[in-house]
């Protein structure tokens, strides 16, 4: 059961990834291999860049790029949302929601503040939370400029972060495995890491520091 | 400007970027990073990861149709910037009480929840120290996070309040527990807290939080399990306290 493997830059060489959850190697995780293998797949598609689809969609209202970014992150965002509970029915109408969210939200888009890839991530962990949410949930819009503190001085560093995402991709793919499972698990199940410790049988401090090592080793500053 | 020095750990940041961090302790979260731009890094540094994870991650196919549904939903809404900007919250009077000023984030969600005066909570007070449930929209925990035999531990929102130099009855946990200082300080046997600062504990903590002697202390405290005082007046105090 090896999935297909596409790395993350442009290199061709087929890297490990997290998706191949063996339950051979380990009994505790195979209450996790009854969900559906394509949730912890970790494969990427390289091309068009999302960054420029999106410019062209924030710029020119462009439904070719509308529709290429569909292509490429509508499936993606459908197993995200699959991932987190729901159904494959309740999956699509929130998905339809992301997608009308990312065309009609569009000119919000910076790729200075956020690449692509983070920005429709935000937008469906919002609608997937909402989804999720059965009480009423805080109100604040994250985006309102009123509720952010004012940047230290030298936090405006221009940073190319669609290259940046590109860097974090490859970076994803050159973890140990067992960080790789974590950190996919962290972020694309909807289990807390209590829950993540209950699923596989490990101590909540390892999940904790098998997180914070992959974190740590992705971006200095989550350390 | 306020520059905390306690933040939350980074665990519990990626839970709450994540979505995955119980929408109580997420309120506290959300309203240290109005007042932490530190954190509001780190947030932004975890949402890049969970892009990378999500653009990397496994498709699920599509319905037949759908594409071409969503295509065509496309022309249904019209303008988009004001859609865009339609959500944006109305700038929010903060909620005051004398010197104590909330943060307008805290304010937002309050008057939201129809809170227009801090004097207007029911306080419990006991010498120095008092205390008030904030009247939010009850918040639910995910039903596979309550362990069995814990369904009355609803997680509770409280503001505390400790006169100048007040000491907060000694107590453990037995959940977690997240203070977030609002305005004055307090010191415990681990630190000192100023405003903006953020204190998430585990069951195993034992504390009691004298606040500053130059002015009141007030904050926000969210408790998912309830405490256990410890101290020697914590056993009248106890009832009295329902805590
Ligand atoms: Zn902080």
């Known amino acids: ?223 | 400007m306020i520059h905390p020095t306690h933040h939350p750990p980074i665990d519990i940041m990626q839970e709450y970027v994540a979505g995955t961090l119980s929408p109580a302790f997420g309120l506290g979260i959300e309203i240290h990073l109005s007042l932490c731009s530190q954190c509001c890094e780190k947030r932004a540094l975890l949402e890049q990861v969970g892009g990378a994870v999500l653009s990397m991650g496994g498709k699920a196919p599509l319905s037949s149709g759908l594409q071409q549904k969503i295509m065509a939903a496309l022309e249904d809404l019209a303008t988009d910037s004001e859609m865009a900007k339609s959500g944006r919250a109305l700038q929010t009077q903060p909620l005051q009480d004398g010197d104590i000023v909330l943060p307008r984030a805290l304010s937002q969600i309050l008057r939201a929840a129809g809170v227009d005066d801090l004097t207007s909570l029911k306080w419990r007070k006991i010498g120095g120290y008092g205390e008030a449930d904030l009247p939010l929209p009850l918040f639910a925990k995910k039903a596979t996070e309550i362990p069995p035999g814990t369904f009355e531990d609803a997680p509770r929102v409280r503001l505390l309040r400790l006169a100048p130099g007040a000491v907060m009855p000694r107590h453990t946990h037995k959940g977690k527990e997240l203070t977030l200082v609002l305005h004055g300080g307090f010191k415990d046997s681990a630190g000192n807290y100023e405003v903006g600062d953020l204190i998430f504990a585990d069951s195993d903590i034992d504390h009691a939080p004298e606040a500053h002697y130059n002015g009141p202390c007030l904050c926000l405290a969210i408790t998912d399990g309830p405490l256990h005082l410890t101290g020697p007046i914590g056993k009248w105090l106890n009832p009295y306290l329902s805590l």
């Open chain 1, 1 to 223: 059961m090896i999935a297909p493997m596409v790395p993350c830059v442009a290199d061709k060489t087929s890297v490990p990834i997290i998706a191949q959850f063996q339950p051979a190697r380990d009994k505790s995780l195979l209450a996790l291999s009854a969900r559906p293998l394509h949730i912890i797949a970790m494969e990427r598609t390289d091309s068009p860049s999302l960054d420029a689809l999106m410019l062209r969609i924030r710029d020119h209202r462009d439904r070719t790029a509308f529709a290429a970014l569909f292509e490429q992150m509508a499936p993606r965002l459908k197993a995200y949302l699959m991932g987190k509970g729901g159904g494959a029915q309740m999956a699509e109408d929130v998905l339809q929601n992301v997608m009308l969210k990312i065309w009609h939200r569009a000119v919000t888009f910076n790729p200075e503040k956020a690449s692509a890839t983070t920005w429709i991530f935000t937008i469906a962990r919002n609608a997937r939370v909402d989804m999720l949410r059965k009480t009423i949930k805080p109100v604040l819009d994250p985006e309102e400029p009123d509720l952010q503190p004012n940047p230290e001085p030298g936090a405006e560093d221009i940073v190319d972060l669609a290259q940046a995402s590109e860097q974090l991709c490859h970076a994803i793919t050159t973890l140990p495995d067992e960080q790789k499972e974590i950190l996919n698990l962290a972020y694309f199940s909807d289990l807390s890491h209590g829950e993540i410790a209950a699923k596989t049988g490990l101590a909540l401090g390892t999940v904790k520091s098998r997180l914070r090592l992959a974190l740590g080793k992705l971006r200095k500053d989550l350390r």
